[in-house]
């Protein structure tokens, strides 16, 4: 159980356009999905948290306009990078949780990433 | 601000071997400590949760201990394996409670067949 997926698994782009990157939950309901950012060898960076049903929450320097975040249902969060750039390749990862507060119990169930290219 | 460390960053050992490896947070005020595990170019699998109130948690050939007073947590892997080759992070919720995880710098392990 608690299985995490993410669409695509890579994709290469032209700088300039829009890439959706989608996160499901296949078999929880997700009160809360985080979005993360891996560049080669480092460690994840938390790029915004997002609730069904309401705005995300965005890291310090990360840019709202420029990462669009839809958590559109309890399975499915959407990250749209818009106007990609060379500079925004990196590999992005999502979570869910079941949680939405402070739980002591609460874990993040982690997607398989997605890799993202752009030329 | 809460700061998690891990080292090493790099560990190369032969099939077979007892490892020990290490992370280090800043603010001990934490609600648990979680280990994972990331294969090259994949997602992270969680392999332990400790608790705040646990000392160490057990998963077959892993064992991770938690010393909220230290600010230390230990990841032992008995009898490594090829198989175990990965990076393994440690992450911890920041001590304002929510409920995002603060990521450890990582340590690569390779086992050597």
């Given amino acids: 159980g608690a299985v995490v997926s993410q669409h695509p698994s890579w994709v290469i782009c032209k700088s300039g356009t829009s890439v959706k990157i989608e996160c499901r939950s296949l078999d929880f309901q997700a009160t809360t999905m985080f979005w993360y950012r891996q560049f080669p060898k480092q460690s994840l960076m938390l790029m915004a948290t997002s609730n069904e049903g309401s705005k995300a929450t965005y890291e310090q320097g990360v840019e709202k306009d420029k990462f669009l975040i839809n958590h559109a249902s309890l399975t499915l969060s959407t990250l749209t990078v818009t106007s990609a750039h060379p500079e925004d390749s990196s590999f992005y990862i999502c979570s869910a949780s079941t949680g939405q507060g402070i739980s002591s119990t609460d874990t993040q169930y982690f997607g398989p990433g997605t890799r993202l290219t752009v030329l | ?113």
Avoid: H, M
């Avoid at chain 2, 080292?7 to 934490?30: H, K, M, R, W, Y």
């Avoid at chain 2, 280990?35 to 969680?46: A, H, I, Y």
């Fill in chain 2, 1 to 113: 601000k809460q700061e998690v460390t891990q080292i090493p960053a790099a560990l190369s050992v032969p099939e077979g071997e007892n490892l020990v490896l290490n992370c280090s947070f800043t603010d001990s005020a934490i609600y648990n400590l979680q280990w994972f595990r990331q294969d090259p170019g994949k997602g992270l699998t969680s392999l332990l949760l400790i608790q705040s109130s646990q000392r160490e948690q057990t998963s077959g050939r892993l064992n991770a201990s938690l010393d909220k007073s230290s600010g230390r947590s230990t990841l032992y892997i008995a009898a490594s394996q090829p198989g175990d080759s990965a990076t393994y992070l440690c992450a911890v919720p920041p001590p304002s409670g929510t409920y995002k995880y603060i990521f450890g710098t990582g340590t690569r392990l390779k086992v050597l067949a």
